[in-house]
């Protein structure tokens, strides 16, 4: 039991020279899902249409827009965790370096694809 | 890294007898997966394809629902039902989680309970909104 002196051991700093963090985020981002996303259902159940003026209508509010654009941060930031965990449970070597890599990508990606998408109905509205 | 791949494996799912505990933790996991890849292109082509105007989101809706004729398209439905599933599941799971970390529901009976609970309550609610849904027609 000799990796750093005793403080750092009690603040979870191993050898990894990071404890709690990647744990602690993954149950933050949990929480924050679970809030945002029982608003995005909830949302969408009390919409009255499903059609499409009607959705650009709902993003238009930045009561639908700015919480839908938290959710996708949570979400992609959560799963990015959470898959981290998946692909150094199952690969090892090199092809874990490459799956984290692609996961990365995947994540920010997406991310950034879904707010452009978001911001882009907030700010310009119906197109035809 | 160099690993040695003679090592043997510590058991896993195909050595284990299945039970309601072991199943939800392996569940969560498999939800989880299915969510950030599944759930996650498709709510960023849902939002892709309203951003993109309301003749690629016609495109999308018909290709989710149904065709021009009104039928169904059966592969499209099946997905979203199974991540409605999946995400009610990986949540339901997920509160349980939250609850072990403080420490409470170790205890047999009640842990097994609570993994039984996630699945009742995962399904009951995946009929209940795909039964609104259908009716809303």
């Known amino acids: ?71 996708v941060l949570s979400m992609f930031y959560h799963l990015r965790l959470g898959l981290q965990v998946v692909i150094e449970d199952y690969q090892h070597d090199f092809s874990r370096i490459i799956a984290i890599v692609l996961l990365n990508f995947y994540a920010i990606a997406g991310a950034a694809l879904a707010i452009f998408a978001i911001l882009r109905v907030a700010f310009a509205g119906a197109v035809a | 890294m160099a690993r040695n791949a003679a090592r043997p494996l510590s058991p896993h799912l195909t050595i284990w007898k299945w039970g309601p505990h072991m199943a939800v933790s392996i569940v969560h996991r498999a939800t989880g997966v299915a969510l950030s890849l599944g759930g996650g292109v498709l709510f960023v082509w849902w939002l892709l394809a309203l951003a993109g105007g309301e003749a690629s989101y016609a495109s999308f809706v018909d290709l989710m629902t149904s065709d021009r004729t009104g039928k169904l398209n059966f592969i499209p439905a099946i997905i979203l039902i199974g991540l409605t ?32 609970a996630t699945f009742v309550i995962s399904i009951v609610l995946t009929l209940a909104i795909w039964a609104s849904i259908f009716a809303r027609g």
């Open chain 1, 1 to 71: 039991m000799g990796t750093g002196t005793g403080i750092g051991r009690v603040r979870g700093l191993g050898s990894a020279h990071q404890g709690t963090h990647h744990w602690w985020q993954q149950r933050l981002t949990a929480g924050s899902n679970l809030l945002l996303l029982t608003w995005l259902v909830v949302s969408l159940l009390r919409l009255p249409l499903y059609n499409y003026r009607a959705l650009v209508l709902w993003i238009q509010s930045p009561w639908a827009s700015v919480p839908l654009v938290l959710a």
């Open chain 2, 85 to 116: 599933w999946s995400f009610l599941q990986h949540m339901c799971s997920g509160i349980r989680h939250l609850l072990l970390d403080t420490g409470a529901g170790y205890e047999l009976k009640r842990n097994k309970l609570g993994s039984m």
